[in-house]
């Protein structure tokens, strides 16, 4: 006869050499979303070299995605139940100018015509993952530029950095997510821009890039009615996302077509055979993250299914989205692993990318102190030897 109260700790022993840790207190975790990090930093570096002048965007935008699933694919090789998914984790995006995010055209489509000029202000995104942990990354360059960028540009840019700046070091342990919106409006308005109103980070969780706990920028009155605040926690993962804006910050939509979609995991049953097919492929390819429709086989095919699929929000389309048109829009965005010591950037956005020379400056004492301190954990010192 078995004694159940020895059997009993045994069991639930079992149970915790079970439990499978999620967040970044797990050293594999960790390790997972560095890795993809690294790849969307390198990748990003070799996107930056193809924005020139003359070049079409939709070609910048392949080949960016090429260079993502041939770098994933080199490394979680291993097969079995310990297989690792991995590939794109945002698809390359280059916005331009009044654009404000998600442009990335298909090749039938007449923006496939569209080039980058000289002075264009491109706003370029990108991400990768494994095993579900997605790092992102998205800078701004300023095409064709030979000396400091200047005027309005140069404000927007500078507003953007800085601001990013200030978030990574806002979001710690037992902060509040309205603190970060309130400082980058301040912000913004010391360099006579405005933030994009009602953009959204999340915090970032195993296959969603789109957890519950958000920071959102500029919010109106109708915004704020339903949004949550909530403090921020140790062994989080944020992907802080910042759009500063020369105009009202306020965005539409216009007639460009949608072309990134994310499975949203909602189950319906779809009534034409190429919605469902659609969906399938993207399960299969994509998972539960952002992916264009380049990506599907049959382009004719996908665009009549994910017609149905968004209708009934099985997927979650990425529209793209402008200011008015004189307007100029900047973007910076990292992933930040939040720990109890300090933060750690899994991506980097790449302030060095474009030279800015504004005449503004931040002038409020408190948010000059902020930044003037270090948001990295501190070096352990090594012990001298005997």
């Given at each position: 006869m078995v004694d159940t109260k020895t059997a009993k700790p045994a069991t639930d022993a079992k149970k915790v050499a079970e439990t499978?840790?999620?967040?970044?207190?797990?050293?594999?975790?960790?390790?997972?979303?560095?890795?993809?990090?690294?790849?969307?930093?390198?990748?990003?570096?070799?996107?930056?070299?193809?924005?020139?002048?003359?070049?079409?965007?939709?070609?910048?935008?392949?080949?960016?995605?090429?260079?993502?699933?041939?770098?994933?694919?080199?490394?979680?090789?291993?097969?079995?139940?310990?297989?690792?998914?991995?590939?794109?984790?945002?698809?390359?995006?280059?916005?331009?100018?009044?654009?404000?995010?998600?442009?990335?055209?298909?090749?039938?489509?007449?923006?496939?015509?569209?080039?980058?000029?000289?002075?264009?202000?491109?706003?370029?995104?990108?991400?990768?993952?494994?095993?579900?942990?997605?790092?992102?990354?998205?800078?701004?360059?300023?095409?064709?530029?030979?000396?400091?960028?200047?005027?309005?540009?140069?404000?927007?840019?500078?507003?953007?950095?800085?601001?990013?700046?200030?978030?990574?070091?806002?979001?710690?342990?037992?902060?509040?997510?309205?603190?970060?919106?309130?400082?980058?409006?301040?912000?913004?308005?010391?360099?006579?821009?405005?933030?994009v109103e009602g953009m959204l980070s999340h915090n970032q969780l195993k296959d969603k890039t789109d957890g519950e706990k958000q920071i959102i920028l500029n919010p109106s009155d109708n915004h704020l009615r339903d949004f949550k605040r909530i403090e921020f926690a140790e062994n989080e993962v944020y992907a802080i996302d910042i759009l500063i804006s020369t105009g009202e910050g306020k965005v539409r939509p216009l007639k460009t077509r949608t072309t990134i979609y994310k499975n949203t995991g909602i189950r319906y049953q779809l009534k034409m055979a190429a919605s469902r097919a659609v969906l399938s492929e993207i399960q299969q390819k994509a998972g539960a993250f952002p992916f264009t429709l380049r990506d599907l086989e049959d382009e004719r095919k996908a665009r009549m299914g994910i017609v149905e699929a968004a209708k009934h929000q099985t997927v979650l389309p990425y529209d793209v989205m402008y200011e008015r048109d004189e307007a100029v829009v900047a973007q910076y965005l990292s992933t930040v692993m939040v720990t109890k010591n300090g933060n750690t950037l899994l991506t980097n956005p790449r302030f060095d990318a474009v030279e800015v020379k504004s005449e503004k400056s931040v002038k409020d004492e408190e948010i000059l102190k902020l930044l003037a301190t270090s948001y990295t954990a501190p070096k352990k010192e090594k012990k001298e030897k005997k």
């Open positions: 499978v840790v999620l967040d970044v207190s797990d050293s594999n975790v960790q390790t997972k979303y560095k890795d993809a990090g690294k790849i969307a930093d390198a990748v990003l570096d070799q996107v930056i070299k193809l924005c020139v002048v003359d070049a079409k965007i939709v070609d910048i935008c392949m080949a960016g995605d090429k260079l993502l699933k041939e770098a994933t694919a080199a490394i979680y090789n291993k097969k079995g139940k310990n297989k690792v998914t991995k590939g794109i984790g945002f698809p390359t995006t280059v916005s331009v100018n009044n654009c404000v995010a998600h442009f990335s055209p298909l090749p039938s489509d007449p923006e496939a015509a569209i080039t980058l000029k000289e002075g264009d202000v491109a706003k370029i995104q990108l991400g990768a993952q494994f095993d579900g942990y997605c790092s992102t990354v998205a800078t701004t360059i300023v095409v064709g530029a030979k000396a400091p960028v200047t005027g309005a540009k140069a404000d927007v840019i500078k507003a953007a950095e800085t601001a990013l700046e200030a978030a990574i070091r806002l979001i710690r342990p037992g902060n509040k997510n309205m603190e970060v919106t309130k400082t980058v409006d301040k912000i913004a308005e010391a360099y006579g821009v405005k933030a």
